[in-house]
């Protein structure tokens, strides 16, 4: 039998329908593969084979009753940040150690009434604050490309099961580009819808403002039958866009004749890595050459993203991270009063970068300071939000680098924390306007890292950005490449 993690979901379920294989087969596979890579690779924080095997064979059982539900079967795993109902869910912190939700996550629920089979939670960054995975508050993940290298973040683990083949999607979560940039470090697929598309019930929140929860997979059509599970009104979460979701496998079929495809000039500025330029410019040739127009726009508030996002995400953040206190959810250290327990819990709970962004956070938020940063970040947002309404009057999509380099050594970066931040530099400011933003592999540096891509669309414009990056999979190969796990 031809090796069944190496299937898209398309031809899985076709296979699955046709009774070639059974969900059983596809799912101990998967299992396999995580028994044999994930102790180097490290993307899980909990495997859960029980529940997987259990969901296969109910897979098994209602195809034979004649059920085709759309994912009905296919092994999934989720990004520690999603509630999972009688699974514990970290977020990667210390401080949620035990805690064992009682409900799922809407896009966990639609999952699982698709007939997604789970096979278990995902290693991030802390709270998904960070790019590389390296701030979980358990264990780093390794880039299955190079293990030397970082699977980008926060949601890395999300990344690197899928890159590894241990699961066939995954969702994570995007903020500042958590989902777009560990796509790219390690050469998959993923989207990160916009702002209200996905519901944010049951995801634990960072920035409440940016959060959104979106798909990895191994190609760009898989990620659309993940999303079209996913999206959608949740009367569960106030932000979620009441609006009918569009037949993304449909609407991602056509050519992109007459499409039009600015380039920002400002994300081709200094400090990208060479090869990474090359590889982008080469893929908006190749969109040319399949009918779309391409030209250079600008962005006139680029340089406020940056200053801008880390302002109110934190400030958010620190209103958010004020309920781990050690009574509600998870760990608890017992102090020798109410304070002090609360002081303990939290010091010994919360590793450094949330400390440090509770603490920033906290700060812009504060009498005397509030106007001079929160209220000034959030002017300057509706200045970016402004700049993208009038690029998106003129072109149908952007098309840019996801990130300024390929994956960083363990270690190179992390030692500052500026450094870190300065890595977001391209992918934030469609968190800052709530636009989609699908990430995709478009080459290898010479060191054999995969390089990314991403296509910006207008908000609620997935489906074009879909169409675009499934036309440009047809005619490229980058996607179908598979590191070499050892
Ligand atoms: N690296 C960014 C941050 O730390 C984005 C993280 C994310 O998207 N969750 O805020």
Same mark, same amino acid.
């Given at each position: =039998?031809?090796?069944?993690?190496?299937?898209?979901?398309?031809?899985?379920?076709?296979?699955?329908?046709?009774?070639?294989?059974?969900?059983?087969?596809?799912?101990?596979?998967?299992?396999?593969?995580?028994?044999?890579?994930?102790?180097?690779?490290?993307?899980?924080?909990?495997?859960?084979?029980?529940?997987?095997?259990?969901?296969?064979?109910?897979?098994?059982?209602?195809?034979?009753?004649?059920?085709?539900?759309?994912?009905?079967?296919?092994?999934?795993?989720?990004?520690?940040?999603?509630?999972?109902?009688?699974?514990?869910?970290?977020?990667?912190?210390?401080?949620?150690?035990?805690?064992?939700?009682?409900?799922?996550?809407?896009?966990?629920?639609?999952?699982?009434?698709?007939?997604?089979?789970?096979?278990?939670?995902?290693? =991030?960054?802390?709270?998904?604050?960070?790019?590389?995975?390296?701030?979980?508050?358990?264990?780093?993940?390794?880039?299955?490309?190079?293990?030397?290298?970082?699977?980008?973040?926060?949601?890395?683990?999300?990344?690197?099961?899928?890159?590894?083949?241990?699961?066939?999607?995954?969702?994570?979560?995007?903020?500042?580009?958590?989902?777009?940039?560990?796509?790219?470090?390690?050469?998959?697929?993923?989207?990160?819808?916009?702002?209200?598309?996905?519901?944010?019930?049951?995801?634990?929140?960072?920035?409440?403002?940016?959060?959104?929860?979106?798909?990895?997979?191994?190609?760009?059509?898989?990620?659309?039958?993940?999303?079209?599970?996913?999206?959608?009104?949740?009367?569960?979460?106030? *932000?979620?866009?009441?609006?009918?979701?569009?037949?993304?496998?449909?609407?991602?079929?056509?050519?992109?004749?007459?499409?039009?495809?600015?380039?920002?000039?400002?994300?081709?500025?200094?400090?990208?890595?060479?090869?990474?330029?090359?590889?982008?410019?080469?893929?908006?040739?190749?969109?040319?050459?399949?009918?779309?127009?391409?030209?250079?726009?600008?962005?006139?508030?680029?340089?406020?993203?940056?200053?801008?996002?880390?302002?109110?995400?934190?400030?958010?953040?620190?209103?958010?991270?004020?309920?781990?206190?050690?009574?509600?959810?998870?760990?608890?250290?017992?102090?020798?009063?109410?304070?002090?327990?609360?002081?303990?819990?939290?010091?010994?709970?919360?590793?450094?970068?949330?400390?440090?962004?509770?603490?920033?956070?906290?700060?812009?938020?504060?009498?005397?300071?509030?106007?001079?940063?929160?209220?000034?970040?959030?002017?300057?947002?509706?200045?970016?939000?402004?700049?993208?309404?009038?690029?998106?009057?003129?072109?149908?999509?952007?098309?840019?680098?996801?990130?300024?380099? *390929?994956?960083?050594?363990?270690?190179?970066? =992390?030692?500052?924390?500026?450094? =870190?931040?300065?890595?977001?530099?391209?992918?934030?400011?469609?968190?800052?306007?709530?636009?989609?933003?699908?990430?995709?592999?478009?080459?290898?540096?010479?060191?054999?890292?995969?390089?990314?891509?991403?296509?910006?669309?207008?908000?609620?414009?997935?489906?074009?950005?879909?169409?675009?990056?499934?036309?440009?999979?047809?005619? *490229?190969?980058?996607?179908?490449?598979?590191?070499?796990? *050892?």
């Amino acid at each position: =039998m031809a090796d069944l993690t190496r299937l898209t979901i398309s031809d899985a379920l076709q296979k699955m329908q046709s009774g070639e294989i059974s969900a059983l087969d596809l799912c101990q596979a998967h299992l396999q593969q995580i028994d044999r890579h994930d102790s180097a690779i490290r993307a899980f924080i909990k495997v859960t084979p029980e529940i997987a095997l259990e969901q296969a064979r109910a897979a098994d059982n209602a195809r034979a009753n004649g059920d085709e539900r759309p994912l009905l079967g296919i092994p999934i795993a989720l990004k520690d940040v999603l509630s999972t109902q009688g699974i514990e869910t970290t977020c990667g912190s210390r401080i949620l150690q035990g805690y064992v939700p009682l409900f799922d996550a809407t896009a966990v629920a639609r999952l699982k009434e698709a007939g997604a089979v789970l096979l278990g939670k995902l290693n =991030m960054d802390e709270f998904a604050m960070g790019s590389s995975t390296e701030n979980s508050g358990y264990f780093p993940t390794r880039n299955p490309w190079n293990s030397e290298h970082v699977p980008g973040g926060s949601s890395g683990g999300s990344a690197a099961a899928v890159a590894a083949n241990m699961v066939m999607a995954s969702l994570g979560s995007d903020t500042g580009g958590s989902i777009r940039q560990p796509a790219s470090f390690c050469g998959i697929s993923a989207l990160k819808p916009s702002y209200g598309r996905v519901s944010r019930y049951g995801l634990i929140a960072y920035g409440s403002s940016f959060d959104q929860t979106g798909p990895f997979a191994r190609s760009v059509e898989d990620v659309a039958r993940v999303m079209a599970v996913i999206a959608g009104h949740d009367p569960l979460d106030s *932000t979620s866009m009441p609006a009918p979701v569009p037949d993304y496998l449909t609407e991602m079929q056509g050519e992109l004749r007459g499409l039009k495809i600015g380039l920002p000039a400002e994300y081709f500025a200094e400090g990208l890595q060479p090869e990474v330029e090359r590889a982008v410019r080469a893929a908006a040739d190749q969109l040319q050459s399949l009918g779309a127009e391409v030209r250079e726009v600008s962005l006139a508030h680029a340089e406020y993203c940056l200053p801008a996002y880390y302002i109110i995400a934190m400030a958010e953040a620190s209103a958010n991270l004020a309920r781990f206190d050690g009574v509600r959810f998870g760990a608890r250290v017992e102090g020798s009063d109410l304070i002090d327990s609360y002081k303990k819990t939290r010091g010994a709970g919360f590793g450094e970068e949330a400390k440090r962004r509770i603490m920033l956070g906290t700060y812009t938020l504060s009498a005397g300071y509030y106007d001079a940063y929160y209220g000034k970040a959030q002017a300057v947002r509706t200045l970016i939000r402004r700049d993208f309404d009038a690029l998106f009057a003129q072109v149908d999509a952007l098309l840019a680098p996801v990130a300024p380099t *390929t994956a960083f050594r363990f270690g190179e970066v =992390m030692d500052d924390p500026l450094r =870190m931040i300065l890595a977001d530099v391209l992918t934030i400011s469609a968190n800052l306007a709530g636009l989609c933003g699908l990430s995709l592999p478009c080459g290898f540096d010479e060191a054999g890292l995969p390089i990314g891509l991403q296509l910006l669309g207008a908000p609620f414009d997935e489906a074009r950005m879909l169409r675009i990056g499934c036309a440009y999979q047809e005619a *490229t190969d980058w996607h179908l490449r598979k590191p070499a796990l *050892t």
